[in-house]
């Protein structure tokens, strides 16, 4: 194990007397992707909001000194009817997070919003161009770390394939460590370091290879999985 950027001991999470975490421990290597995978009410979400200290919770969360973390959420609160451009919105997080206005420009380049996106209301872009502008909406302040919840959600499936390789990119220019919740096991298996499973069944951390064959997926899932993940196909590390 190299430098750990975040180590997690005994995190519990209680909502009254339900346990939707309990006791999960791991450990994230600087640099590295962690897939998070599991059912819908796994409480994947829970435990991203749990670690960026937005829920209570039980146990131990201690991310490495000088950590800067972006988070790219499921669903943004925010209304894409306002009348506000993908620019202006970008410019007002770097007002909050004190950066200038060529980390703006910089953001739009790494993900790939051309200048016309970039001028263009956030309710007039397209699903892909959104979930595009959330990504650089995360890069402003210069985080060490980055955390994305179901970034492709709502994308086309060639969108979907073209965004997964401009974070992969950037994660390898940036030597940022990823923590990523997916649905898609083949995108997981492709750029994922370790892979967390949360779901029936206790709580399993490891390689890949280990984590996502049909006889884990089925214990994770609660039922056997057909054709859902091309392993041989996409395996480019």
Not at 17 to 46: H, M, R, Y
Request: net charge negative; proline share 6%.
């Amino acid at each position: 194990m190299g430098t750990p950027a975040l180590e997690v001991d005994r995190l519990t999470v209680r909502f009254g007397d339900a346990t939707v975490l309990d006791g999960l421990t791991f450990s994230v290597e600087a640099g590295t992707t962690v897939g998070v995978i599991g059912p819908n009410g796994a409480g994947k979400t829970i435990l991203f909001r749990a670690l960026i200290g937005a829920l209570p919770s039980e146990g131990t969360v201690r991310w490495a000194p000088g950590t800067r973390i972006g988070y790219v959420p499921q669903k943004l609160d925010i209304e894409r009817d306002l009348p506000i451009t993908a620019r202006e919105l970008l410019l007002a997080k770097a007002k909050i997070a004190r950066a200038d206005r060529a980390e703006v420009d910089h953001a739009f380049a790494h993900v790939g919003l051309p200048p016309a996106a970039a001028g263009k209301p956030i309710g007039r872009l397209s699903g892909g161009q959104f979930q595009r502008l959330l990504v650089a909406f995360a890069l402003i302040g210069r985080p060490n770390v980055l955390l994305f919840d179901e970034p492709t959600a709502n994308v086309d499936e060639a969108g979907q394939e073209s965004l997964g390789e401009t974070i992969h990119k950037i994660q390898g220019e940036h030597g940022l460590t990823l923590l990523l919740i997916s649905h898609d096991l083949s995108v997981v298996y492709r750029y994922a370091t370790s892979v967390l499973c949360l779901g029936h069944g206790l709580p399993c951390f490891g390689p890949p290879h280990e984590m996502l064959t049909g006889e884990r997926l089925a214990e994770l899932y609660g039922s056997p999985l057909h054709n859902h993940v091309h392993l041989h196909v996409h395996d480019a590390r």
